[in-house]
């Protein structure tokens, strides 16, 4: 039991930290240029529809969400 609270301890830690750091990327504006705007970024606009998913930036994002978690599981 107080093994299992530790490990549940660690983890929220490791994601309040990942949070803040996340959010303060976010403020500071990192990625503005770029973020969302990868090659492979679907974008299709015809007369007053315009449709955008980022799907490069989401494979990008949870692939280095997954080395997070990964990291700090070892």
């Known amino acids: 039991m107080d093994r299992t609270v530790n490990e549940l301890g660690k983890m929220l830690f490791v994601i309040g930290i990942t949070m803040?750091?996340?959010g303060l990327l976010i403020w500071t504006g990192f990625g503005r240029g770029w973020l969302?705007?990868?090659?492979?970024?679907?974008?299709?606009?015809?007369?007053?529809?315009?449709?955008?998913f980022p799907i490069v930036t989401c494979l990008l994002v949870s692939a280095v969400?997954?080395?997070v978690i990964w990291l700090t599981r070892k």
């Open 36 to 52: 969302g705007r990868l090659p492979g970024d679907l974008h299709y606009t015809k007369g007053n529809f315009t449709f955008h």
């Open 20 to 22: 803040a750091t996340i």
């Open 65 to 67: 969400l997954t080395l």
